[in-house]
């Protein structure tokens, strides 16, 4: 006899419920296991379309008798909502059973109101932080969704009569999407990209426009249109830079390329353990001293080190490389005909300093076939070259650069050619303080057709 | 979509006991009128109800609307106690269509008062004029906002709604006659 009230209730079915129809669910699974019998369930009903003709009338201002079922359908789907809030907040299924037992259905779906309001507030304080540390970047998707599209969702909640459940879908992707919908999401996508603007903010907003400057390119986008989260790009950069035992976010292609030696031959439990322990480094070096930050990096490292996986230990699509190579496209201006051609070039030649050359080159030229063609021509003497290029602008070299046929050697050009302006050219070059040369070195890698 | 929506769809919207008596009851008044409903036509309006409702996709909830009509038109000259069933299953049908077609922007009371005035006046108890004369509220409220056209405009009916309003065939330039548009069951999207 003691042991009939054991045997009479069989335990509810974790896996049979489901979380968005959490309370249908639980409700069939406590007819199931004896929990609750069809008597209940029926009263359960009634008390659902009581809710439901209630707010039906407020909707109608009590005009109407009868409305659209789809109508009636959100409703039911709102209440549904806030009951399933209710209950989901409690720590067992048992509980909530129990709850959902003993509560009116009048009484859930307010206690489900009352928490979903909680969210509603603290989006509104949320989104205030996020904004207040938003970053300085060029990337539209993220400055949308402070301006435009999490003040649409709170604005939507606050003047919705009834709370209702939503897809939250934005423009600008997270570090780590939250899968909850509705107020729920907001709250947590906010609070997510108030941890992502402080993880941010500790490095300099240059720095971290060049790393989005640099996906942009090589993916052959804008930084504007760049569909890609500015914490992952930084998190993931500063990973592998600890992996080359240094701070900072800047990577080159050689660093990259010597890294993937490292970490193709290593088995996947491997890397796993190594990005875990270098976030893990990271994490103590910094004494962010803020948990929620910490546990943030961690998982966003553990999804860094599942890519990596996934991607064998490849780096190209979980780097980024800088300085950003900004993508030049040259379009060549109009050529002159040949003799307002050979009018400029006896110009040119007659000028008396490198200084008048520059400035008839500059008037006269629209065509980079033109300037090199006026190199060429004799109207500019061998010794005149350097003090012609020191006038140049940096683009203006590196297109000359870039139609000539130089070898790169590390720093160092060479080049095999007939032409003197060309071996001017690299001689020049070559004679370059380092910064000036990688700088104009950078503008001739990114030229393109 | 919750499943606890499923709880709605349900054989009735209001249970159909409720509805009999209540429709029962208001043969208390209607009698004074030499109108009774029988048990028989009371199923068969509660039947017919349930079917409108079903066929212009709404959920009854309150204290419904058979009863109101039945008190509204108990006292029509134009009914008799051989047509008062069949009538108010008529009404009952266009009260449903008019809700619908006005995108549940006439109140129940408008939309009773209407096909009262109506069908007691200009349509002289014809149910077929006072179906054209709601569907043209119902255009008009759908199109313009109001109960009638904006006085400026001829009262052609341009639109398509299976009646027919006269020996005029609808045109559709005069239809949008503050400029071009298009219009569908729930939208009338108006290009200046």
Known sequence: ?449 | MSNLTSLLRGENNLPSRRSMDSLLQTNEISSQYGLTLTQQDVVKLVQIRNEALRGYGRLEFGAGVLNRLALAFCDSPYVSSDTYADILAELTELFYQTKSESLERMPDDLVIDRMKEAFNGACEGSLKSLAIVMDTIAYNIRVYGTETAPEAEETEHTHDCGHDHGPDESDEESEFSFGEGEEDGNWRTVRF
């Open chain 1, 1 to 449: 006899m003691a042991n009939s009230e054991i045997l009479k209730h069989s335990a509810i079915d974790p896996e049979a419920i489901e979380d968005k129809q959490f309370t249908a669910s639980l409700l069939q699974e406590m007819v199931r296991t004896g929990l609750a019998d069809q008597t209940f369930a029926d009263f359960f009903q009634n008390q659902l379309l009581e809710l439901l003709n209630s707010q039906l009338k407020k909707i109608t201002n009590n005009k109407s008798s009868s409305v659209p079922v789809e109508l009636a359908d959100d409703l039911m789907d709102g209440i549904a909502y806030c009951i399933d809030t209710a209950l989901k907040s409690l720590p067992t299924l048992e509980e909530s059973a129990a709850t959902l037992h003993s509560q009116s259905v009048q009484s859930l779906y307010e206690l489900g109101t009352e928490q979903l309001d909680k969210h509603g507030k603290a989006c509104v304080a949320l989104l205030s932080r996020a904004r207040a540390t938003r970053l300085k970047t060029a990337n539209q998707g993220y400055q949308l969704v402070l301006d435009v599209t999490f003040p649409d969702f709170i604005r939507s909640w606050k003047t919705n009569p009834f709370p209702h459940d939503f897809e939250v879908i934005t423009e600008y992707p997270l570090a780590v999407e939250p899968a909850e919908s509705g107020i729920a999401g907001v709250h947590k996508r906010l609070s997510a990209l108030a941890l992502e603007n402080r993880f941010c903010a500790r490095y300099p907003q240059e720095t971290v426009e060049s790393l989005l400057g640099g996906y942009a390119d090589a993916h052959r986008v804008t930084a504007a249109d760049a569909y890609i989260n500015l914490f992952t790009l930084c998190l993931q950069n500063l990973l592998l830079n600890k992996l080359l035992g240094r701070d900072g976010l800047l990577l080159t292609e050689d660093e990259r390329t010597r890294l993937e030696q490292k970490l193709r031959p290593l088995s996947p439990c491997q890397r796993a353990e190594l990005i875990r322990y270098t976030a893990e480094l990271f994490l103590k070096e910094s004494a962010l001293e803020y948990p929620k930050l910490e546990d943030y990096i961690r998982r966003a490292a553990l999804d860094f080190a599942n890519l990596l996986n996934s991607a064998g230990g490849t780096l190209v699509e979980l780097s980024v490389i800088t300085p950003a190579a900004r993508s030049l496209v040259h379009t060549d201006g109009e050529r002159l005909e040949d003799d307002a051609f050979a009018l400029v070039a006896e110009e040119v030649m007659l000028a008396e300093t490198a200084k008048e050359k520059v400035q008839i080159l500059q008037s006269e030229l629209r065509s980079l076939e033109d300037l090199t063609d006026l190199l060429a021509s004799g109207s500019i003497f061998e010794d005149e070259f350097e003090q012609l290029y020191a006038l140049f602008d940096p683009v203006t070299l590196a297109m000359l650069l870039s139609v000539s046929p130089v070898t790169l050697t590390g720093q160092t050009l060479t080049i095999q050619t007939d032409l003197e302006w060309q071996a001017a050219l690299v001689s020049y070059l070559n004679q370059m303080d380092e910064q000036q040369k990688a700088e104009i070195l950078s503008i001739y890698h990114s030229a393109v057709e």
